[in-house]
């Protein structure tokens, strides 16, 4: 990651985003967070926006505040729902509720984000998928699919801005501490360890890591990608 | 103000240079064609068109504002059929704004 960089993280007021908009905050970087509701977050390099991902109409005077800053750099795309439940045991508005925010909201504001970084020539969008993913667990049937379909966004965004030093990654999380990860259940977090090669709960400087490879200047040939932490593929 | 959003325009076209699907360079005249028919362009260049004029509408003007809107587009027809349409639908946007 480039000093002094401007990154937006959609989904900042708690879990990943959170710990990563503290991180990058305090190491200097002009940080905009996104989320529906206030962040307690105070640190000079950090900046709050509430705003709504799946609502275009909260996003664009967001994005105007991010404009009128200059060039963005880097987009995290944090924001997510997970409601775990077997397929036929879960509600449609909880399915809905999880492709709003997980997969229509990663296509909203990856457009705003866009018309930034188009301007700036330079952009590294980098998305959470999951190991629901390769592992397609049972119990997580849309929260699953609604991480393939990130991966697709990416890839295929990645095929439409391929004439401009702009990148489209994802990054797929095993077990990170987060409200994400209380939701499930004891069962369902064991049963999910037990099919990792590395089953140990992700750290801040871990993702930090894969982040800051997506973001660099060095990684402009690295897109359309997924990297898994875990062991798994 | 249409005279300066039109020059506006002609510079984000400038910029992008764009050429038409026939291969030839946009004419810099309102009735030019930029999107549809058989001399428009292509639709990938048209989006670094939109960005262009974006870019300009922000750095002339210090408004930010989204061309490519559901909200805006559906009250016009054919916004981006000529460079023309495209200043008269950037004129509005920007009243908006």
């Given at each position: 990651m ?14 990943v985003?959170r710990a990563l908009a503290e991180h990058y905050?305090a190491s ?48 995290i ?94 990054i797929?999380i095993s077990?990170f501490a ?20 590395k089953?140990e709960v992700v750290q801040v400087d871990e993702l930090v890591g894969a982040i800051n490879f997506f973001a ?13 932490f875990?062991?798994?593929? | ?97």
């Amino acid at each position: 990651m480039r000093p002094g960089s401007t990154i937006l993280i959609a989904g900042s007021r708690q879990g990943v985003g959170r710990a990563l908009a503290e991180h990058y905050a305090a190491s200097g970087h002009t940080v905009f967070g996104l989320s529906r509701g206030d962040s307690d977050l105070v640190h000079p390099h950090y900046q709050h926006i509430r705003a709504d991902v799946t609502d275009e109409k909260t996003l664009k005077p967001a994005f105007a505040r991010v404009a009128d800053t200059g060039p963005l750099h880097v987009l995290i795309y944090s924001a997510a729902v997970v409601r775990p439940g077997y397929a036929l045991l879960i509600g449609s508005s909880q399915a809905e509720e999880m492709l709003r925010t997980n997969l229509l909201g990663a296509f909203l504001v990856s457009r705003h984000a866009l018309r930034l970084m188009k301007r700036g020539g330079f952009g590294r969008l980098i998305y959470f998928s999951s190991i629901a993913v390769p592992l397609g667990s049972a119990g997580n049937v849309v929260y699953g699919a609604t991480k393939a379909g990130v991966e697709q966004l990416a890839y295929s965004l990645s095929r439409e801005f391929g004439r401009d030093d702009i990148t489209f990654n994802t990054i797929g999380i095993s077990t990170f501490a987060s409200p994400m990860l209380d939701v499930l259940t004891d069962k369902a977090v064991q049963e999910a360890r037990a099919a990792l090669v590395k089953p140990e709960v992700v750290q801040v400087d871990e993702l930090v890591g894969a982040i800051n490879f997506f973001a660099s200047h060095a990684a402009r040939q690295i897109t359309g990608q997924s990297l898994y932490f875990g062991g798994v593929r | 103000m249409r005279d300066d959003i039109l020059s506006l325009v002609y510079s984000a076209i400038e910029e992008v240079d764009p050429l038409t699907t026939e291969g030839k360079p946009i004419e810099r005249k309102p009735e030019a064609r930029l999107l549809g028919g058989d001399n428009g362009v292509d639709s990938l260049t048209f989006v670094n068109l939109v960005v262009a004029i974006e870019e300009h509408v922000h750095k002339t003007f210090g408004k930010s504002v989204v061309l490519v809107d559901e909200e805006n587009m559906v009250a016009e027809e054919h916004p981006f059929r000529t460079i023309g349409t495209m200043a008269d639908y950037v004129e509005k946007v920007m009243n908006k704004a």
